[in-house]
């Protein structure tokens, strides 16, 4: 295997799935209290576009806070959902099974409304690629999406409506409450689509 990717079940991973087609797709349960729907809507992206899927559950609920640890956000946090180093953790987690199956490039979904985040940034990726390709196995983080909107990423993949249905955006719970940042921004590409809501 050669091509890897962080799937989360959201509508951003699933669309670089189906336009990169990685051979493998690693779904995180780290806690997150949305984890039982991501790695349900992973699971059926993966099935629809044949792409072997492997979850990985460590529990770091503890270490977490704001809507997707279903705590109070931290004080420096810059959105209600942000989550202390997420991003570099799930890079180390997929990364610790990718080097073993013989991944040699690790993609991952963020997109230009992820800029908000320090870890969602071009050059943070760089950055965690320069790290991890120095280390053994040399694997390669690109982020083929992080100058394209959701909406651009959508059409540019070709995703088919009826798997892009399966997304799973709450932050807060297995269903979709409608009412956290995850649900509006569903809400608003879907629209932006012609898609209509849920």
């Known amino acids: ?72 956000p931290d004080p420096i946090a810059p959105v209600p959902e942000w989550w202390p180093f997420r991003n570099q953790l799930l890079i180390t987690l997929a990364a610790m099974r990718a080097i073993k199956l013989g991944i040699q490039t690790l993609l991952f979904g963020s997109v230009k409304s992820d800029l908000i985040h320090v870890d969602g940034r071009k050059d943070f990726f760089e950055k965690v690629s320069e ?33 892009l249905a399966w997304a799973h955006s709450c932050h807060v719970s297995n269903f979709a409450c409608g009412n956290c940042r995850g649900c509006y921004k569903h809400q608003a590409v879907m629209a932006e689509l012609g898609y209509g809501a849920y």
């Open 131 to 163: 790290l991890t390709s120095m280390q053994e196995g040399q694997l390669h983080i690109v982020a083929p999406a992080v100058e394209l909107t959701s909406v651009e990423l959508i059409k540019h993949s070709g995703i088919e409506r009826s798997i």
């Open 1 to 72: 295997m050669s091509l890897g990717i962080l799937l989360s079940g959201g509508m951003d991973s699933a669309a670089l799935a189906c336009w990169k087609r990685p051979e493998v797709a690693f779904t995180i349960n780290y806690g997150q209290v949305c984890a039982e729907a991501e790695i349900h809507a992973a699971s059926q992206i993966c099935k629809e576009l044949t792409i072997e899927h492997e979850i990985i559950s460590v529990d770091c609920s503890s270490l977490g806070s704001g809507d997707l640890a279903g705590l109070p």
